[in-house]
Structures are given as structure tokens and as C-alpha cells.
């Protein structure tokens, strides 16, 4: 007992002592700009966190905060420019650091209510803390994880450079010594780690993919895509697109909506797994198009899945309702990664379905006689979006032109989003723009604003639904060093009037939000109402006989089958669908 007692004083005041020379280390005022940093982090950004999801994202900013701190000491050193005596020194010091303390304890007690004031918008219920204690201790370790990973790093340069600097001169060996370990980092990091990870999730969502739900069952109709009869085989289309082809309305339910005979809705899907190239799941599709009669209907499009390969049911659903059942909707699948994702790693294939898959269906609707032919849109959620958007391009719309599209949640590598915004109209917001006359390009939100000003559509149109909210679509490099725009003037409806542009801070928040894009509810962030889907629609194909005692009703259906849907993904033993692109 007694010599356990001894070894535990010897190890606490070893760890005492380690610990304290190893916080002599540090830079003062690294210090001071990382508590800035951690401060700041705090507020709020476009979507409400879990207290561990600020607690790393507070690690980060402590971090990347002690990083900037210490450069600017560099800085001020290198610049050779004047330094306080000793005296003044400490009293800086002191004024300093009393200065900072009062900010993070005003920070930390308002936590809560910049996290309310964002909440409260989306229609959330509020919290009762923001559990400061847990995001310090998290936000402490994690600060200290990286800034000893760093420091690994720069002991490693140290070796090396001292290595290197036997065989050549001093400053040469700085940008060898360098250059080496940059390198090797770049290899661990891309090579091993970032492989490594990515392979993981590729064989995680495979699977998920892969995955067979008891309650879908193969379709009997011939004319239905996937059936025996069908040139898709059932067993090669992924669990999204299995989902995608046999629920939804059905046309019996048409018929009871409307009150009149509905037509069944044609829905083609090729999964990444029923054929290797993009080229051939394209001309499958078109081939299975011809068969099941989608040339044949009133409406046709050519729609683009998510990074998963889901397409958004509120945006099939309503086009089917609307129409009555008179529409052809045909889709490929390019990956089963969630869209963040699939955005880092490559976005391109994306763009490449879509055009893939456009460039089938729109050589062969050319050929069909103007008066016979379907009409044809475009549509895509997110990944999908950034995608279809970039499918025809503008000789082609101008030649045979098609007519029209909806497009929602547009993530910000989308480059014919980012034109049209950047040439917006004076005065109109970043988060809902106006572009010339409207008559061909309009914008929308959480609330149609379609129709406002009564201005004149054109024959072709197109619509992109977004929400202030999204940081799918306002995240940029910019936020770096930049004020973005969506903070200019006056702010969406969903966003926090406490929001406040950081450099680097602000930047990091919005990036946290990316992953937890689709963890708000309905109608914010990146989760699009049927409701919006519904008067985008609307607008974009006109459907004969429909009116606005029409819209409201099948608002009202829809809002019924939402509230259902989460009533049966809640309940015991049931599997729970999760709709996250």
C-alpha cells in the first residue's frame, strides 16, 4: 500500500512538473488569439450544434487561433519593430489577459441564446444551457491534440533540416528541409489516411446501398421499370432507387385527389451497379424510357439524384400530383456517397452523369415530331443540382430548346448558380436574387416568392429553390478573409439576427454546418419542403385544369403524409428511413 502511494505522488508530481514546463512553452500571445478564436466560435453560424460538435469545432478554432497568434509574433519579430519594456509588458500582459477572460465568460453565457435565436427561427425547441463546461473540456483536449500534432510536425522539420543542412547551405536547406516534409505529409495524408478513410466509407455505404428492404417489393406491371420484364435488373438497382421506383403515388391515388382518371407515373431508374460506365447506364435508361412508353407522356424529366442516388420524394411526388399521372421521370446513379462527400472527392462525376444521361434522352426526343413530343425539364437536389444544371448547355437550349427545370439546394461549387448570382440585380439579396425580368431564372424560398411583382414568364423557365439557411450553398473558401454576401443588407428569415462575420472563424463554423446540413427540420438548411416543390412546379410546367383551391389541397395531403411518415419511422421496431442525401 505504501509503495502504491509513493509510485502515485512520483507520477502526479512528474505529471505536474511535465505539464508545467510544458505550459512554459507557450506563446503568450498565441495564447491570447487562440481564447479570441475559442470566443468567438461561440457564436452563432447558420444551424444550431450539439454541444460536441461546438466542443471540436471550438478545439479547432483554439487551434488554428494559437497558430495565427504565434505567426503574428513571427511577423512582429521579423519586422524588427519596436518592443515594450518589461514593465509595460506586464502590464499589457495583465490588462490583456483580464480583457479576455471577460469575453469568454460573456461568450460562454451567451451560448445559449445565440443557439436559441437560431432554434427559435427553425421552429426547434430552445435548450436550457449550452453545457459550457463540456465544450471547454472538449474543446481544451481537442486544442491541445492539435497543437501537439503540429508541433510533432515541426520537430520533424527540425530533424530533417539539420540532416539536410550538412550537405548544403543554411537557407537552401530551410526550403529542401521544407519541401521534404510537406511532401511526406501530403503522402500520409492523401495517400494513407484520406485512402484509408475513404475506403472505409466506400465499403460502408456500399453495403448501405446494397441493403435490402423487406417492405419493397419487386414490381409486377411489365411496364414498370425493374420488373421480370424490364431490361433494369432488380437485383443491380440500389436501395434509392429501389425506393424511388416503387413508392409514391400510385394511380389510384391520383384518381382520388383529383376526382377525375389519373395515368400510372413512369419512373426509370439505372443503378451504379447495372452497369460499369456512365455511357451505358445512360443509353440503358433511354432504351427502358422507349419501352415503358415516357416518350409517349406529356411531361418527361430528366432528373439527377443526390451523392446517395435519392431523389427527393416532395419534389417527384408533387409533379406526379400535379399532372396527373401524365409523367415520365428517368434518373442514373453515379455514387452511393453521401453529397459532402462525393463534393470533395469529385464532384465532376455529377456533372458527368448528367450530361451523360441529358445528352441520350434529349438526341433522341430531337428526333420525335414538336407537336408529339413530351415536354421536357430538368430537375436536381443538391449534388444532383450542381449537376443537372451544367447537363444542356446553351447552344443546345437555344437550338431545340427544352423547357425549363427546378433545382434546389445548389451547393456552392455550382458554377452556373454562382454566375447567375454574382450578376444578380442591384439590391436584391445573395439569398434571394433576382436576375434581369425573371421571365427566364427566378429564385425561391422557405415561402414562394415566385409571383412577386407580377412579372412575365418566358416559354422556358427555371427555378432554384434555396434557403438562407443552407450552408450547403453559402459556404466558400471566401469566408476566409471576406464579409460573404448573404451578410449584406438584410438577412434571410432563417438566419440568426446574432450572426456575425469572423475572418477564419466564421469560415470554420460554416464548414461544421456542411455535415449537419440535413439535421434541421423540414424547410431549413438543406431539408426542401414539398410544399416549395410544389409551387416550383407549378410555375415551371404549368399544368392544365389546376388551380389554386388545387395547390392548397394537395398541400394539405402532403403535409398529412409527412406528419404519418414520421410517425412510422419513430415507432418501435420499425427500420428508420433516413432521407439524408
Not at 58 to 74: E, T
Not at 359 to 369: A, V
Request: charged share 20%; proline share 7%.
Amino acid at each position: 500500500m505504501r509503495l502504491y502511494r509513493v509510485m502515485a505522488r512520483s507520477f502526479s508530481a512528474f505529471c505536474q512538473s511535465w505539464a508545467g514546463r510544458y505550459g512554459q512553452t507557450f506563446s503568450y500571445w498565441g495564447l491570447v488569439v487562440a481564447t479570441l478564436f475559442f470566443a468567438a466560435s461561440l457564436t452563432p453560424s447558420l444551424l444550431p450544434r450539439h454541444f460536441a460538435v461546438q466542443g471540436l469545432l471550438s478545439g479547432l478554432a483554439l487551434a488554428v487561433g494559437y497558430g495565427v497568434g504565434v505567426f503574428l509574433v513571427w511577423l512582429w519579430r521579423y519586422l524588427e519593430l519596436a518592443t515594450p519594456s518589461a514593465r509595460l509588458d506586464r502590464v499589457s500582459r495583465y490588462i490583456t489577459a483580464v480583457c479576455v477572460a471577460g469575453v469568454v465568460v460573456a461568450f460562454l453565457w451567451r451560448a445559449s441564446v445565440w443557439q436559441n435565436s437560431i432554434r427559435e427561427l427553425m421552429e426547434m425547441e430552445p435548450v436550457a444551457t449550452a453545457d459550457p463546461w463540456r465544450v471547454g473540456g472538449i474543446a481544451f483536449l481537442t486544442g491541445i491534440l492539435l497543437v501537439a500534432t503540429v508541433r510533432g510536425i515541426r520537430l520533424c522539420w527540425n530533424c530533417v533540416d539539420r540532416r539536410v543542412r550538412r550537405f548544403v547551405p543554411r537557407r537552401v536547406s530551410y526550403v529542401l528541409s521544407t519541401l521534404l516534409v510537406v511532401f511526406a505529409l501530403f503522402v500520409i495524408a492523401n495517400k494513407l489516411v484520406a485512402r484509408a478513410a475513404l475506403t472505409a466509407a466506400d465499403a460502408m455505404f456500399l453495403q448501405i446501398d446494397k441493403y435490402v428492404d423487406e417492405e419493397i417489393a419487386q414490381p409486377t406491371e411489365g411496364t414498370a421499370a425493374g420488373s421480370a420484364a424490364s431490361l433494369i435488373e432488380w437485383d443491380t438497382i440500389g436501395l434509392q432507387g429501389k425506393r424511388f421506383l416503387v413508392t409514391g403515388p400510385t394511380q389510384e391515388d391520383i384518381s382520388q385527389f383529383l376526382g377525375r382518371p389519373a395515368q400510372r407515373p413512369l419512373r426509370v431508374y439505372v443503378g451504379v451497379r447495372t452497369k460499369k460506365s456512365m455511357q451505358e447506364r445512360a443509353r440503358l435508361a433511354l432504351e427502358e424510357l422507349k419501352r415503358v412508353g415516357g416518350f409517349d407522356r406529356s411531361v418527361l424529366v430528366v432528373a439527377t439524384p443526390t451523392g446517395t442516388g435519392w431523389l427527393d420524394p416532395g419534389a417527384v411526388d408533387t409533379l406526379e400530383y400535379i399532372h396527373g399521372g401524365d409523367t415520365a421521370i428517368v434518373s442514373i446513379q453515379y455514387s452511393y456517397l453521401p453529397s459532402w462527400i462525393t463534393i470533395l472527392v469529385d464532384p465532376d462525376r455529377s456533372r458527368y452523369a448528367a450530361t451523360t444521361l441529358f445528352d441520350e434522352i434529349y438526341g433522341y426526343w430531337t428526333t420525335l415530331p414538336k407537336e408529339r413530343r413530351p415536354r421536357l425539364y430538368l430537375h436536381g437536389l443538391s449534388l444532383g443540382s450542381l449537376g443537372s444544371e451544367a447537363s444542356a448547355d446553351l447552344f443546345t437550349l437555344f437550338e431545340d430548346p427544352i423547357q425549363g427545370g427546378v433545382w434546389s439546394g445548389p451547393p456552392f461549387p455550382s458554377t452556373r448558380w454562382a454566375q447567375a448570382t454574382r450578376y444578380r440585380n442591384p439590391g436584391s439579396p445573395l439569398w434571394l436574387p433576382t436576375v434581369r425580368d425573371g421571365s427566364m431564372l427566378r429564385f425561391t424560398g422557405r415561402e414562394s416568392c415566385l409571383d412577386e411583382g407580377a412579372r412575365r414568364w418566358g416559354p422556358m423557365r427555371f427555378v432554384y429553390i434555396q434557403h438562407a439557411s443552407d450552408p450547403m450553398t453559402f459556404f466558400s473558401p471566401e469566408l476566409l478573409y471576406r464579409r460573404p454576401d448573404w451578410l449584406v443588407g438584410p438577412r434571410g428569415p432563417d438566419v440568426s439576427p446574432y450572426l456575425r462575420w469572423y475572418p477564419i472563424v466564421t469560415f470554420l463554423q460554416t464548414g461544421f454546418d456542411l455535415p449537419m446540413a440535413t439535421s434541421v427540420p423540414v424547410g431549413y438548411g438543406h431539408n426542401y419542403a414539398p410544399d416549395t416543390y410544389l409551387d416550383a412546379w407549378i410555375a415551371v410546367s404549368q399544368p392544365p385544369d389546376w388551380n389554386a383551391d388545387d395547390t392548397d389541397r394537395l398541400k394539405q395531403l402532403l403535409a398529412t403524409k409527412a406528419t404519418g411518415a414520421a410517425a412510422d419511422a419513430t415507432a418501435p421496431g420499425r427500420h428508420v428511413d433516413s432521407t439524408v442525401p
